[in-house]
């Protein structure tokens, strides 16, 4: 069976991509040079193959999607897609074991220290770690379609792999939702920067410090931010971040064992644990924490386009691994956080611990400086998500000199305005409330549009039972992403 047996001349279930976008300029610097790697692509779009990867604009989407479709066999063949692309082995690219540390440190962070609370609230250990268990199938299914629907034409962003599943339009609603998501994602971690200062000068200094003014958070946090995190919003590529974000995990795992060890050898009183949720509806309070400290969902295209191996095989391995370390890392720190504290543990974990113990102190600042290395990660996904916004409706002839700055102008203007709202606004309980509503759509929306959209235009009649069960799936997933956002930014609302 072919597409045309199933769609009317001039009619498609995907709109045609416009390839505006270069690919090679996430994976290589401005002096290597991308030739041989360009033409040893093949680049298949859904319904039609471009006769040059390299030669992207806006009349791309203009073309006949009648045309031909060239179709290639590779190891990576799909199951969730009708043809997969892999790209050839990238000298210099992100090894399995660096892309690892990129997803954790994309996952791992804030959520980490709200989530003891949000185990309180959602009725106690059992309830959300059921919750959770739950939610991580749906999380690791999403990752892999992603992967797969990024491989049919070599998506570089999220944005671009639901360009390839929606159109132009879905592309232009993914990088709003994107900018708006990553731009919350960076005010927290700004708050987190403050937090820990706080409490660290607290310790060091007295109560007092705040009216030294240059121990007050609205000086410390902005010029440490200024020297430490600004540089690094400027680089096309995000892979150079592979080796702080080893760091960033092993400073995660230096927190969680802290945690471990104060529930076992410190002197805590606890409040009340509970057993079961007081109500029914208390149980949908966990999940956007959860889905705010799994959700990598945004970043991992970016990562996985950086592969030195770039194909479904090693992305698997790589980001079952880093989901397994977050799983461990979240529920153990949860977990132990919670029954040390019981009802009585804040939304920041830490500030429960007295900081003039050289162990709590540790993990201030190293929670400080791995929040420092998360940062620019999640700016390089909103950047590219708002540069998309500007060249759709703003730049007709981009070049080079355009590019730079823009991206440069984004990321300072982005810098500064995260800056002064995470000024404004301390807690970040608030914050992740309505980020994880958000998260909600990129772990089951957005996967569940590319599945829908690619099990019809392998199978549009539905004539076996497992595209039938596909669809479902797919539904599924759609259906229970707009129903978690919807409840859970009501209830963080009311909330807050």
């Known amino acids: 069976m072919t597409i045309k047996d199933c769609i009317a001349p001039g009619d498609s279930i995907f709109c045609p991509r416009s390839h505006d976008y270069d690919y090679t300029d996430h994976c290589y610097g401005p002096d290597d040079d ?33 045309e031909s479709i060239s179709e290639k066999s590779d190891d990576d063949q799909a199951v969730l897609v009708p043809a997969s692309t892999s790209c050839p082995d990238t000298e210099g690219g992100t090894s399995t074991l660096g892309t690892i540390f990129l997803i954790v440190n994309a996952a791992l962070g804030a959520g ?11 009725g106690g250990v059992v309830t959300a770690v059921l919750v959770q268990a739950m939610l991580l199938v749906f999380i690791m299914l999403a990752l892999l379609i992603l992967a797969q629907t990024a491989n049919i034409d070599n998506s570089a962003t999220l944005q671009e792999v639901m360009h390839t599943a929606a159109g132009v339009w879905g592309r232009r609603v993914t990088s709003v939702i994107v900018t708006v998501y990553c731009f919350g994602s960076c005010i ?27 121990f007050n958070r609205d000086f410390v946090m902005p010029a440490s931010s200024l020297l430490l995190i600004l540089p690094l919003c400027y680089t096309k590529k995000i892979d150079f971040l592979k080796y702080a974000s080893a760091f960033g995990v092993f400073i995660i795992i230096y927190v969680v064992a802290l945690i471990c060890v104060e529930y076992a050898t410190g002197d805590h009183v606890p409040g009340p644990i ?6 029914w509806l208390d149980v949908f309070s966990v999940i956007p924490v959860i889905c705010f400290g799994y959700q990598c969902h945004v970043s991992v295209i970016p990562i996985y386009s950086c592969m030195k ?67 620019p990660i999640l700016l390089f996904c909103g950047r590219e998500g708002l540069s998309s916004i500007v060249k759709d409706f703003f730049v007709k002839d981009d070049t080079p000199s355009k590019e730079k700055s823009r991206r440069y102008t984004i990321a300072t203007i982005w810098f500064v305005a995260t800056i002064l709202l995470a000024i404004e606004i301390p807690n970040i ?3 992740i409330h309505v980020l994880g509503s958000f998260a909600a759509i990129f772990i089951f929306v957005f996967p569940g549009v590319c599945l829908l959209q690619t099990t019809l235009l392998k199978d549009c009649k539905l004539s076996t039972i497992k595209s039938r069960l596909t669809i479902i799936l797919a539904l599924s997933f759609v259906v229970l992403g707009f129903f978690l956002f919807g409840v859970v930014l009501t209830q963080g609302i009311k909330t807050d």
């Open 34 to 66: 991308p030739t041989e790697f360009a033409n040893n692509l093949f680049p298949v779009s859904i319904m039609r193959q471009n006769s040059a990867h390299s030669s992207r604009s806006g009349a791309d989407d203009n073309e006949d999607p009648n």
């Open 429 to 431: 309980g608030a914050v």
């Open 188 to 214: 927290t971690f700004l708050i987190i920067i403050g937090d820990q200062f706080d409490r660290a000068f607290a310790s060091l200094v007295g109560s007092e410090y705040c009216h030294t003014w240059y």
């Open 112 to 122: 980490l220290l709200n989530l003891p609370k949000a185990f309180d609230q959602a």
């Open 309 to 375: 191996h770039r194909n479904i095989k090693h992305f698997s391995v790589a980001s079952t691994s880093a989901i397994a370390i977050c799983v461990f890392t979240y529920t153990g720190a949860a977990t132990f956080g919670y029954l040390t504290f019981g009802s009585t543990v804040s939304e920041d974990i830490l500030t429960n611990y007295n900081a003039k113990k050289p162990s709590v102190m540790i993990a201030l600042v190293a929670m400080g400086l791995k929040t420092y290395a998360t940062y």
């Open 274 to 279: 509970k057993t079961k949720p007081d109500d």
